[in-house]
């Protein structure tokens, strides 16, 4: 219990060398035995998007839609596969490329989503992988089957980005643009053609996926009530590709807290964020300076000073891991979970895929319980 209240002592100062001295301490020394293919954020050099970067209040509606349809499931293996419906369909980017995505419809709905509709998660894949990869890695639609959730899986194009990487490092899309409004006007397709409670829409993601789903909560925090982020960087640094990968070794620096102030300055009555971070402390990818970070800015976003309710899970079933749980009043804000031994993979997920870790504790179970807690 010594080390977790250090750990929480340094959240609530945040200092960048108390950050480095706890990284330092936390993470395990590398092993000399090769190590399994990760999801990575690193954005390999790629030509620019023709996309608009402008920063609009709306997404920018796509000049064109098709109807969902329902697709084979042979895209999923059976561990995946839940009763409800499997749809895919498109939007247009701005430069009229499509981008496609993928839509969960649970078959039992909890009596509250029969009378106001689905909650709806909106799931970013990382690098290398795809939407319906991350479905199954994840066995999220297995949970939004039993809690009565509909997810969107957006899938990024490799014609914007090689490896499918959303671009959490450029300064457009962090301030709104970029990949963005293309996001959000699936989103907004769901909308109008389901029933969905527009008070509880939630975004999560992994790796690069997780650096995107903070950018769109971040610009739009009335759309999303609450955001999870699973082994991401920190917000609002990078800015090019020698930077991002600066960022998932080293974190923002000064930066942290910089990108903070300048979005409250776009956004003077910022709402709140809550936030869920999930991280594995093996991980050499994405390192946790970065949820030490973000951790950071949630505090600032959300005024929070502490002190944060710790408990300590032991090794069982799952990995070992702490959680670190901050509320305002009686309400949950922000939630770190540190989880041992994890490396650059998604918690509790379908290992015969790659950048899934078989042992838990289940990160798409501990995502919706979290975001069962809040709504706009």
């Not at 839609?65 to 293996?77: E, G, I, M, N």
């Not at 009763?83 to 939007?91: C, D, N």
């Not at 957006?154 to 457009?172: E, G, S, V």
């Not at 093996?282 to 390192?287: A, H, S």
Request: net charge positive; aromatic share 6%; hydrophobic share 40%.
């Amino acid at each position: 219990m010594a080390k977790s209240g250090k750990l929480l002592r340094s959240l609530i100062r945040a200092g960048t060398r108390t950050a480095k001295l706890f990284v330092a301490m936390a993470t395990p020394p590398a092993k000399p035995k090769p190590k399994p293919r990760r999801p990575r954020v690193k954005p390999l050099a790629a030509k620019s998007p023709t996309t608009s970067f402008t920063k609009p209040s709306a997404p920018r509606p796509a000049a064109k839609t098709r109807t969902p349809r329902t697709t084979a499931t042979p895209t999923l293996r059976p561990s995946a596969v839940a009763p409800g419906k499997w749809l895919s369909a498109h939007v247009l980017t701005a430069a009229g490329q499509r981008m496609s995505y993928w839509l969960y419809l649970p078959n039992q709905l909890p009596e509250r989503a029969e009378r106001k509709g689905m909650p709806l998660v909106v799931m970013l894949h990382g690098c290398h992988q795809t939407a319906t990869q991350f479905a199954q890695g994840t066995r999220m639609n297995l949970w939004a089957e039993k809690k009565g959730y509909a997810v969107l899986y957006p899938q990024q194009l490799a014609t914007i980005q090689p490896q499918r990487c959303w671009k959490w490092y450029d300064r457009a899309t962090q301030e709104g643009g970029g990949d963005v409004p293309t996001i959000l006007a699936m989103v907004h397709q769901v909308l109008t053609q389901y029933a969905i409670d527009r008070s509880r829409i939630y975004v999560a993601g992994i790796s690069a996926g997780a650096g995107m789903a903070n950018i769109l909560a971040l610009n739009h925090p009335r759309l999303f009530a609450a955001v999870g982020l699973h082994s991401g960087p920190v917000f609002g640094a990078g800015h090019n590709t020698l930077g991002a990968l600066g960022v998932m070794k080293h974190g923002a620096g000064l930066r942290t807290d910089t990108a903070v102030h300048d979005l409250l300055q776009r956004q003077p009555h910022f709402p709140g964020m809550p936030a869920i971070l999930l991280q594995g402390a093996g991980d050499n990818v994405v390192r946790p300076i970065n949820q030490i970070q973000l951790a950071r800015q949630s505090m600032l976003l959300n005024r929070l000073t502490g002190p944060a309710k710790v408990t300590f899970k032991p090794k069982g079933r799952h990995n070992a891991h702490q959680l670190h749980d901050l509320y305002v009043g009686r309400k949950l804000m922000l939630r770190i979970a540190h989880i041992e031994q994890l490396e650059h993979a998604w918690s509790g997920g379908d290992p015969a895929l790659a950048f899934n870790a078989k042992a838990g504790p289940d990160a798409s179970k501990m995502l919706l319980e979290f975001f069962s807690r809040h709504q706009r």
